[in-house]
T-cell receptor
């Protein structure tokens, strides 16, 4: 148990729709990062939020956006869903920015998104 | 961008055997993290290496970072079925707030 929760567990959407995934971080963790993991691949960094502001982004288009709230909850929003968006979406919380020295990330169990 | 290559891609070993997983970076590593993932689940932190030549152990798992900080290895001694899963190395570049994972190594331990 990492203390990081995600909802929903599974989700099925159709192409063109919009989706919101939610994450609840560990209390006291200022950073939340979101990752996309396609089947058989390593997680790909989407973006990172630090104290409610985006402060790092991977190679993902603007239709991937996020929010971080003061109560340690956060959201990942994806607009105009495409078939290739089907993946496991993971959020991770950490005390400081991801990859910083001695900065372990605590991962949630993930949300499995299927786009038909 | 930072690229992390892992080898082998998959590994099947008999219980009790030793094994090694490698992670090679295209750039000097700022910090190298090892995580384990059970199929379709979240990642569990194993250990983090930062200094060239550093070695850490936890129970039967030992991780090393080479002097040039471009390659790391994860060694499991006397493997058990509980070691099965996907092992991922991860790192951040020296500049920019991002994080990269390797391609992953799938480990199966046969009782």
């Amino acid at each position: 148990e990492t203390g990081v929760t995600q909802s929903p567990t599974h989700l099925i959407k159709t192409r063109g729709q919009q989706v919101t995934l939610r994450c609840s971080s560990q209390s006291g963790h200022n950073t939340v990062s979101w990752y996309q993991q396609a089947l058989g691949q390593g997680p790909q960094f989407i973006f990172q939020y630090y104290r409610e502001e985006e402060n790092g982004r991977g190679n993902f288009p603007p239709r991937f956006s996020g929010l971080q709230f003061p109560n340690y909850s956060s959201e990942l929003n994806v607009n105009a869903l495409e078939l290739d968006d089907s993946a496991l979406y993971l959020c991770a919380s950490s005390p400081d920015w991801a990859g910083g020295p001695n900065n372990e990330q605590f991962f949630g169990p993930g949300t499995r998104l299927t786009v038909l | 961008s930072q690229e992390l290559e892992q080898s082998p891609q998959s590994l099947i070993v008999q219980e009790g055997k030793n094994l090694t997983i490698n992670c090679t970076s295209s750039k000097t590593l700022y910090g190298l993290y090892w995580y384990k993932q059970k199929y379709g689940e979240g990642l569990i932190f194993l250990m983090m290496l930062q200094k060239g030549g550093e070695e850490k152990s936890h129970e039967k798992i030992t991780a090393k970072l080479d002097e040039k900080k471009q390659q790391s290895s994860l060694h499991i001694t006397a493997s058990q079925p509980s070691h099965a899963g996907i092992y991922l190395c991860g790192a951040a570049p020296n500049t920019g707030n991002q994080f990269y994972f390797g391609t992953g190594t799938s480990l199966t331990v046969i009782p």
